[in-house]
């Protein structure tokens, strides 16, 4: 499966504008537009990340917004329902032969980043230089032929090796998480068969990427204590 990861800014964007006002980041499914009455309607479903006074900001800013047509929010959870014109130019990630299954992940300064996939290589470029021709704002992060596991997102785990899933998967079982534990990395190394090292190893880089799958990227100490602005 071929991939293309591209990131894009767009003026009307009404999740990057939000996500760059008010200093969030937001993963989200991206759907299809549908007409109704002669207006044409975006669905977006997205999941905020960022402090929670500024997460009850942006839902009341969508809040207020008369274009929006639908709303329900839920912690850090919120869909609406937007109506634009149909010469409203919004770009979407919809193309023939082209599809995405990966949430478009937003950052606080207003970029979505798309993972477009396909079994053709040229619709994949194609679709591509249809962004950039229509989107000045486009960057191209890259286009790679990748296993079909890493274009799929409807997994629990994050990419793990099998050293990693076999580390995690035996602490769980064993009850290393447990308060109090019922069982120490030592043991849990010596049933695997393998070094206390190694495990330590394995076991800590595979809690790193589900602790950033959810809360994100490290950051500096210079970002953490300048903190939103």
């Not at 977006?44 to 274009?67: C, Q, W």
């Not at 190694?198 to 809690?207: C, P």
Request: glycine share 6%; proline share 6%; hydrophobic share 40%.
């Amino acid at each position: 499966m071929w991939i293309a990861t591209v990131k894009i800014r767009y003026e009307n964007s009404p999740v990057g504008i939000r996500c760059s006002r008010f200093k969030l980041e937001s993963s989200g499914m991206p759907f299809a537009p549908f007409q109704h009455e002669g207006g044409v309607y975006y669905p977006y479903f997205e999941t905020l990340k960022g402090l929670p006074e500024r997460i009850a900001m942006f839902i009341e800013d969508v809040r207020t917004d008369s274009s929006v047509k639908h709303i329900e929010a839920e912690g850090d959870a919120i869909f609406f329902l937007q109506e634009t014109s149909a010469k409203e130019r919004v770009p979407k990630p919809i193309f023939s032969k082209v599809f995405t299954v990966k949430p478009v992940l937003t950052d606080a300064q207003g970029y979505e980043a798309w993972e477009l996939c396909s079994w053709d290589e040229a619709a994949l470029k194609n679709a591509v230089i249809a962004l950039q021709k229509d989107y000045l704002n486009v960057e191209v992060l890259g286009i790679v032929q990748q296993p079909l596991h890493a274009a799929y997102s409807q997994q629990v785990l994050p990419e793990l090796t099998d050293g990693q899933k076999q580390a995690l998967h035996l602490a769980v079982q064993g009850g290393y998480y447990n308060y109090p534990r019922k069982t120490e990395l030592s043991m849990l190394a010596a049933e695997a068969k393998i070094s206390l090292s190694t495990y330590r190893e394995h076991l800590r880089k595979s809690e790193k990427k589900l602790m950033e799958g959810i809360f994100g990227k490290p950051k500096s100490a210079e970002e953490r204590i300048k903190g939103p602005i």
